[in-house]
């Protein structure tokens, strides 16, 4: 599988591996990789050779791989990590600016409007075959839908103060 993401160097790269991921967030964020040893507390030469992904031999510790997307802003690759695992990733809105009754409003209308396409395309899975343009339409829009719908659920998750507490990936877990 393969996600091709857009750049702040305004090229596409194609991360199909956890190298060149590691690869786009180092050489293609606005933070310098010096910064970003910095904030991951590693050396500059660390950072350089593991966004080689050339180099085999060099794995990149999983630990500082959310610092390192936070750091650098490229929630996007957030997105193409949860693709490589087979799934959807999307960022959680802070709840003190969205208006919760138009972010119910939007969650209602994504799922009447992916209500229509389920329907739509209930002949066709019954028939046993799919146009890729309805697969296409169902695979985004349901993406959306999937998004939007935790989203909401987050909302009122804090709204009613049972939010979950973040998880601290500093911190060793003790026996």
């Known amino acids: 599988m393969s996600a091709a993401v857009l750049c702040r160097c305004a090229q596409r790269c194609d991360?199909?591996?956890l190298a060149e991921l590691v690869q786009c967030a180092v050489h293609h964020s606005e933070q310098p990789p010096k910064a970003i040893?910095?904030?991951l507390g590693v050396r500059a030469g660390y950072l350089h050779d593991a966004?080689?992904?050339?180099?085999d031999e060099l794995q990149f510790q999983l630990r500082h791989l959310v610092t390192l997307i936070r750091f650098t802003g490229r929630v996007d690759l957030a997105s193409v990590l949860a693709e490589m695992l087979g799934g959807v990733f999307f960022q959680l809105p802070d709840i003190?600016?969205?208006p919760s009754a138009a972010l119910a409003q939007e969650t209602a209308r994504l799922a009447s409007?992916?209500?229509d396409i389920t329907s739509e395309a209930a002949p066709a899975l019954a028939a046993g075959s799919v146009s890729p343009m309805v697969a296409a339409r169902i695979y985004h829009e349901g993406r959306e839908l999937i998004a939007q719908t935790?989203?909401?659920m987050?909302?009122?998750?804090?709204?009613a103060g049972i939010a979950p507490a973040p998880v601290r990936l500093d911190q060793r877990r003790r026996a």
């Open 15 to 17: 991360v199909v591996t």
């Open 37 to 39: 040893a910095e904030a």
């Open 51 to 55: 966004a080689n992904p050339d180099r």
């Open 96 to 98: 003190a600016a969205v």
């Open 113 to 115: 409007e992916f209500a």
């Open 150 to 152: 935790a989203r909401f």
């Open 154 to 159: 987050h909302l009122t998750d804090t709204l």
